[in-house]
């Protein structure tokens, strides 16, 4: 399973768009790109998944260069509530389906007024 | 509304006691997973289950049991043998046939050994 590393922390102030990059120099060729947000005491949730290029959603952008070595998770004009911790996941659906998933740390952003 | 349920939310135990935390989900979800997160920390998988009747280790078993005899429910005992079993247990699920990586999560139980 591809390690990721990504900030510890980072700030950010209201309406700003905040760019959150993770590495993964081992990814391998099955592997996804996903992303969770996790508020205190909550269960994180999916926020968004890319393999490569640019996916977008309603609540997020993720960036994918060719080499897929990182990624970048975008979030336009950010609001109080986006003050959470972000994590970055790479993993694969193995033979049978079992899903294994690798949480580090993640980020941890915090929106000011 | 489909959803995991956890419960209960808050749990306190005396030290040397066993202590089992619900997960039920209506999801129709094949895998089930339990994780554990201390405070500042990730997440860590203790044990998941593909199917009914079958169940895995994941990377801190030690001092967990858990049993899977149906697919609504994935209930985790912590035991007395867990060292430090103080913090915030997670349950996730997953539908097999997805191709990605989301898993649904309840909304934890925190337990605190007194």
């Known amino acids: 399973l591809a390690k990721t590393t990504q900030p510890i922390s980072m700030d950010s102030y209201e309406g700003q768009e905040v760019n959150i990059t993770c590495s993964h120099n081992?990814?391998?060729?099955?592997?996804?790109i996903t992303w969770y947000q996790q508020f205190p005491s909550q269960g994180p949730r999916f926020i968004i998944q890319?393999?490569?290029t640019k996916v977008t959603n309603e609540v997020a952008s993720l960036f994918i260069p060719a080499d897929r070595k990182s990624s970048t998770l975008s979030l336009p004009r950010v609001s109080l509530s986006d003050t959470a911790v972000y994590y970055c996941l790479v993993g694969d659906r193995l033979s049978g389906g079992y899903n294994k998933l690798i949480f580090g740390a993640g980020t941890r952003l915090a929106v000011h007024p | 509304d489909g959803g995991i349920t956890q419960s209960p939310k808050y749990l306190f135990r005396k030290e040397g006691q066993n202590v089992t935390l619900s997960c039920e989900q209506n999801l129709n979800h094949d895998a089930m997973y339990w994780y554990r997160q201390d405070p500042g920390q990730g997440l860590r998988l203790i044990y998941y289950?593909?199917?009914?009747?079958?169940?895995q280790k994941g990377d801190i078993a030690e001092g967990y049991s858990v049993s899977r005899e149906k697919k609504e429910s994935f209930p985790l005992t912590v035991t007395s043998a867990q060292k430090n079993p103080t913090a915030f247990y997670l349950c996730?699920?997953?539908?097999?046939?997805?191709?990605?990586?989301?898993?649904?999560f309840g909304p934890g139980t925190r337990l605190t050994v007194l």
């Open positions: 081992n990814i391998a060729t099955n592997d996804y």
């Open positions: 890319g393999y490569k």
């Open positions: 289950s593909q199917i009914v009747n079958d169940f």
């Open positions: 996730a699920s997953r539908a097999n046939y997805r191709a990605d990586n989301e898993q649904f």
